[in-house]
């Protein structure tokens, strides 16, 4: 059965902060990796998408990792502000071509000043 | 239009009510999906329309589900005699070409059942 396991399931960082989320995935074939945003009200935001072939992906302060192999995806976010609370999703896709994604459950993302 | 539009963005019904949720997905865009997102849980897939082709309606979780795309565009999902499990964030998203990355969400109606 296809999965996408997120950790941790909720976080809470100092404005300024670093911090680093992981996203696990049993998805076979696999096509591509999103790590989306989610406020609070609002529908999902992609940041990073990644095919099989790369290992990293930067959007702004958010840099997204894949490593293929052990199946496993991370978002770093550095420097972090008030405005990054949110939950962030992480989705993959399975096929080439294939519509239907595998959502992980997310990860709440609380800065505080 | 600029993103994917949805209405309500706030349905309150009571049970054994029926409902319309109403996506407008980006102008172009051949594929149209629907999705559930219940608390704490990750986004469920309910059905997916491209073009003129039937749609993948494997999501729907019960017959008291459907959907429909009117003339490629605007799409509504339907419920009906709604249930408390029901309530849950209904949301709509759109791409082109299918399957393609370029996935937009539109912010979701969230339904409560009462």
């Known amino acids: 059965k296809n999965q996408v396991e997120q950790s941790p399931q909720s976080l809470i960082i100092l404005e300024g902060k670093n911090c680093t989320l992981q996203?696990?995935?049993?998805?076979?074939?696999?096509?591509?990796l999103r790590w989306y945003k989610q406020d609070t009200g609002r529908g999902p935001v992609s940041l990073t998408i990644?095919?099989?072939?790369?290992n990293t992906k930067s959007n702004g302060r958010y840099t997204a990792t894949l490593d293929a192999d052990t199946k496993q995806s991370s978002l770093h976010i550095t420097a972090s502000q008030l405005s990054d609370s949110a939950s962030y999703i992480c989705?993959?896709?399975?096929?080439?071509?294939?519509?239907?994604?595998?959502f992980g459950k997310g990860t709440k993302l609380s800065v505080i000043p | 239009g600029a993103g994917v539009s949805q209405s309500p963005s706030n349905k309150v019904t009571e049970k054994g009510k029926d409902v319309e949720l109403r996506c407008d997905p980006i102008s172009g865009h051949t594929a149209l999906y629907w999705y559930r997102q219940s608390l704490g849980q990750g986004l469920e897939f309910l059905i997916y329309?491209?073009?003129?082709?039937?749609?993948?309606k494997s999501g729907l979780p019960s017959d008291r589900f459907s959907a429909e795309r009117t003339g490629g565009s605007v799409s509504t999902l339907t419920i009906q005699r709604t249930q408390q499990e029901d309530s849950a964030v209904y949301l709509c998203a759109s791409s082109s070409p299918p399957g393609t990355p370029g996935y937009t969400f539109g912010s979701g109606t969230r339904l409560t059942v009462v």
């Open positions: 329309f491209q073009g003129n082709s039937a749609p993948d």
């Open positions: 990644m095919t099989f072939s790369e």
């Open positions: 989705v993959v896709s399975g096929g080439a071509g294939s519509y239907q994604l595998t």
């Open positions: 996203c696990n995935y049993t998805v076979s074939p696999f096509s591509n």
